[in-house]
C-alpha cells in the first residue's frame, strides 16, 4: 500500500509553496514562516529538515490550503 504523502525535503516544500505565491516571512531556529496575502491570509511554518514527516506535511499543506 502506498502512501498518500510523499516524504520531501523542506527545500522542494518551500520551492513549490513559493511558486504558488507564498512568501518569506521571518525564521526563528529550524521553523521558517510563509505567507500568502489574500481572503484569507494563509501562514505556515515549515521546519528545515532534511526530510519533512509525512504528518508534517498534511499539516503544511492544510495550513495552506492545498488539497490533494
Known amino acids: ?3 498518500k ?8 516544500i518551500i520551492k513549490r509553496l ?3 505565491g507564498f512568501k ?3 525564521q526563528k531556529g529550524s521553523h ?3 505567507v500568502k496575502e489574500g481572503t484569507p491570509v494563509r501562514t505556515v511554518i ?3 529538515h532534511d526530510t519533512v ?3 508534517t506535511l498534511r499539516s503544511i499543506l492544510e495550513q495552506s ?3 490533494l
Open 53 to 55: 514527516a509525512r504528518g
Open 18 to 20: 513559493e511558486a504558488l
Open 32 to 34: 521558517v514562516k510563509y
Open 24 to 26: 518569506h516571512k521571518s
Open 5 to 12: 504523502y510523499p516524504i520531501l525535503s523542506s527545500r522542494q
Open 1 to 3: 500500500m502506498g502512501e
Open 46 to 48: 515549515i521546519p528545515k
Open 65 to 67: 490550503g492545498i488539497e
